[in-house]
């Protein structure tokens, strides 16, 4: 199956510093990423769609400023938390979407997520 | 419209039963339903998904049951084990439009 790493698994972090989240897919290339936030025992809450060469399109209420993300190139993108606050504090997880091959379906193959915690 | 309602909340199934997890969708465009299963501290891990030109998938001991006219897709765990024991997720996109819809999860618990 298909391999998506993230790093770091787990950081904490003081207020009003940034935090940067590495998405990775291992053994294939991966055009479009996606981040997603959980909270505990909630379901996933699609942050933005990450696309190799541009610019990411994010979801209605989520900061642009505030988590930035960029994706140089088709096996990695990053989520940095700009001047985090406790409300950050959160998992996020990244997917990347495995291109159908003729006839198939898209995967979407999700990392082990992050835990942010910050103080 | 583009809500996924997936139910039960919660799910105790004893070892060797049957585990059912029910999902329903509005929006007739979707065209793929996946289900992903996650462990606590983990990221999800697809299951198994289905295409609406079925209406049963197979893989092991995970069926997917798909009813196209109802808007209605559901999971079957066979022989339940205590390994199973994690919460699952339904899922749907649309074909151009690959950002995917969750439902709201189900914890499922295998008790001996």
């Known amino acids: 199956g298909a391999v998506v790493s993230q790093h770091p698994s787990r950081v904490i972090c003081k207020s009003g510093t940034s935090v940067k989240i590495e998405c990775r897919s291992l053994?294939?290339?991966?055009?479009?990423m996606f981040w997603y936030r959980q909270f505990p025992k909630k379901s996933l809450m699609l942050m933005a769609t990450s696309n190799e060469g541009s610019k990411a399109t994010y979801e209605q209420g989520v900061e642009k400023d505030k988590f930035l993300i960029n994706h140089a190139s088709l096996t990695l993108s990053t989520l940095t938390v700009t001047s985090a606050h406790p409300e950050d504090s959160s998992f996020y997880i990244c997917s990347a979407r495995r291109e159908r091959r003729r006839g198939g379906t898209d995967t979407q193959y999700f990392g082990p997520g992050t835990r942010l915690t910050v103080l | 419209q583009q809500q996924v309602k997936q139910s039960p909340q919660s799910l105790i199934v004893q070892k060797g039963g049957i585990s059912i997890i029910n999902c329903a969708y509005e929006n007739t465009a979707f065209d793929y339903f996946p289900w992903y299963q996650q462990f606590p501290g983990k990221g999800p891990a697809l299951l198994i998904a289905i295409r609406p030109d079925v209406s049963e998938k197979k893989e092991g001991r995970f069926t997917i049951s798909f009813n196209k006219s109802a808007k209605q897709f559901s999971l079957h765990i066979m022989d339940s084990q205590p390994g199973d024991s994690a919460t699952y997720f339904c899922a749907a996109s649309m074909l151009g439009n690959e950002k995917l819809t969750f439902g709201t999860g189900t914890r499922l618990t295998i008790i001996p």
């Open positions: 053994d294939f290339q991966a055009t479009t």
